[in-house]
């Protein structure tokens, strides 16, 4: 059974820094790319960045590009997102998501996914 945990959300001031990870375990098959996602109340789940496993192409939404960067370790065993400058916009449920096939920002394309890590950003 693939388990995707997330951590390292927060409550940050506007202008500060966190650090998400994602811990994957359970994984029998092929996997080929992870992602995170995010979800603000009222507002549908959208994509922030994706990687594929073996490190390239890596994917951004235009609006965390040059504030975000995602990586992972250990054969994508762990997913981290590196969030600076951060802003109220950011407020968000943050989700970890894995996938055999596809990669990109489309929730759709994803079949696992975590709990999320709560990330509030105040003015």
């Known amino acids: 059974q693939v388990q995707l945990v997330e951590s390292g959300g927060g409550s940050v001031h506007a202008g500060g820094s966190l650090r998400l990870s994602c811990a994957a375990s359970g994984y029998t098959g092929k996997k080929n790319c992870m992602g995170w996602f995010r979800q603000a109340p009222g507002k549908e789940r959208e994509g922030v960045a994706a990687?594929?496993?073996?490190?390239?192409?890596?994917y951004y939404a235009d609006s965390v590009k040059g504030r975000f960067t995602i990586s992972q370790d250990n054969a994508g065993k762990t997913l981290y997102l590196q969030m600076n400058s951060l802003n109220h916009e950011d407020t968000a449920m943050y989700y970890c998501a894995a996938d055999d096939r596809r990669c990109g920002l489309q929730p759709r394309w994803f079949d696992y996914w975590g709990q999320g890590t709560q990330v509030t950003v105040s003015s």
């Open positions: 990687i594929y496993i073996l490190g390239a192409p890596i």
